[in-house]
């Protein structure tokens, strides 16, 4: 069968290569007295909280589960519309808001009513793999641009301005990011957004971890900067509904049908029953429940990060969202893989994809190597996702030090 040159360019998902032998190995631990610890999941260990279990099921029981309108529930534009006035003092009028089916759809969306044929978007190296496949599926082409830790693994608007070329349309971040939990600090995305704008480009911001934020400097939505940014966010991290998919993406007055008219053809609307569910994620119930978990994650990273350092496990720039550490192995590497022939016989170094995999069998610990979120220097990357419990997390270090003893 002839698969479209678009499918082809798809790039292959290294971390499922990852989780089947993950889940392999998982089985054969699960008897024993280790069994597997994953610290290689993005998405929260919580569920959604009791009053939006609740709300799901009375929508059922009541039969509210026709289609809505392809940009959700009036309501709950409104509901979204408070939350970013309450939480983050920024007035974002419900018209603009757009629920999708979670931020995957959103990004979508937007890759879809803005890129033509050949268009380029610049987004930092790392970052999460799945930008540049939407990028790509809408037939434009992902720039991966290395970024520092001096630069929080983000863009700079030096960068941006060194990297823009004549196919050129804007440029896709992540605040916080995910692979790295760092955020791009306000001034720095105030000065991206003028050179982009400057430039007649777009900027996208997906802020689904601005929930999940820890520090004020960065608790800021894009959206405070200009109505001209376009901002993804979603319910499964922050409101911890991941399978539930539910998402949305704020635009400027003038794409609003455009989005709309898309999302009616390709989705017809977000699940309704989610929507009727996520309603409840604004009462205030919810929200304290929501507030304590985040205190948890803050918890579970101030605890992590710094036992990863003490072994020798270097976290360069502290997260200040989302749960997870991007942490340099290149040492542990070097002492783990030292008397080994085959990795050091001058052809074949080892990296972070063996480490994992030297992790993932003698600790039965499962982790996210660095080779999907780019090119640059991701061999020397891990991945760890504190999305666990404190006394997984507690064992997952107990693991770490034997293994690196
Ligand atoms: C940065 C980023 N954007 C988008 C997504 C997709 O999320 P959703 O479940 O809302 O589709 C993820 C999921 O891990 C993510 O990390």
Redesign the pocket.
């Given at each position: 069968m002839r698969i479209s040159q678009r499918a082809q360019r798809i790039e292959p998902f290294y971390v499922m290569e990852m989780a089947k032998s993950a889940a392999a190995i998982a089985r054969e631990a699960a008897g024993t007295d280790r069994p597997m610890i994953y610290l290689n999941i993005?998405?929260p260990d919580f569920t959604a909280p009791p009053l939006v279990r609740e709300a799901a099921e009375r929508a059922i029981r009541d039969g509210r589960t026709q289609y809505t309108q392809a940009t959700g529930l009036p309501a709950l534009r409104e509901r979204i519309s408070d939350w970013y006035a309450q939480r983050f003092g920024v007035q974002v009028p419900a018209r603009r808001i757009v629920v999708t089916?979670?931020?995957?759809?959103?990004?979508q969306l937007a890759c879809l009513a803005l890129i033509d044929a050949g268009d380029e978007v610049l987004m930092p190296d790392p970052s999460?793999p799945?930008?540049r496949q939407f990028v790509s599926a809408a037939e434009g082409r992902a720039v991966l641009v290395p970024s520092t830790a001096a630069e929080r693994f983000q863009l700079s608007a030096d960068k941006v301005a060194e990297a823009w070329g004549a196919h050129t349309r804007g440029v896709l971040l992540?605040s916080p990011?995910?692979p790295t939990g760092t955020s791009i600090h306000p001034d720095e995305l105030r000065r991206i957004h003028a050179a982009v704008t400057e430039r007649g480009g777009i900027t996208l911001v997906?802020e689904?971890?601005l929930g999940l934020s820890y520090e004020e400097t960065y608790s800021h939505s894009a959206l405070g900067l200009s109505d001209e940014i376009i901002s993804?966010n979603?319910?499964?991290?922050y409101f911890n509904m991941?399978g539930w998919?539910?998402?949305w993406l704020v635009v400027p007055d003038a794409l609003v049908d455009v989005v709309e008219q898309i999302a009616q053809h390709l989705f017809i609307c977000p699940s309704t029953v989610s929507q009727y569910a996520a309603l409840a994620c604004f009462e205030a119930e919810s929200l304290a429940e929501y507030e304590r978990r985040r205190a948890e994650f803050r918890a579970r990273r101030d605890w992590f990060v710094p036992q990863l350092q003490a072994l020798g496990l270097q976290v360069p720039v502290t997260p200040d969202g989302?749960f997870y550490a991007w942490t340099d192995c290149g040492a542990a590497c070097d002492k783990l893989f030292a008397g080994r022939s085959e990795y050091n016989s001058g052809m074949q170094t080892a990296g972070s994809w063996e480490f994992a995999f030297e992790l993932m069998k003698r600790a039965h610990l499962a982790v996210t190597p660095g080779r999907d979120f780019g090119h640059a220097d991701t061999a020397r990357y891990i991945r760890f996702s504190t999305a666990n419990s404190m006394p997984q997390l507690e064992a997952a270090v107990a693991r770490l030090r034997e293994v690196l003893a």
């Open positions: 993005g998405e089916a979670g931020a995957s759809a959103a990004l999460y799945c930008n992540a990011s995910n997906d689904i971890y993804i979603s319910f499964s991290k991941t998919r539910l998402g989302a």
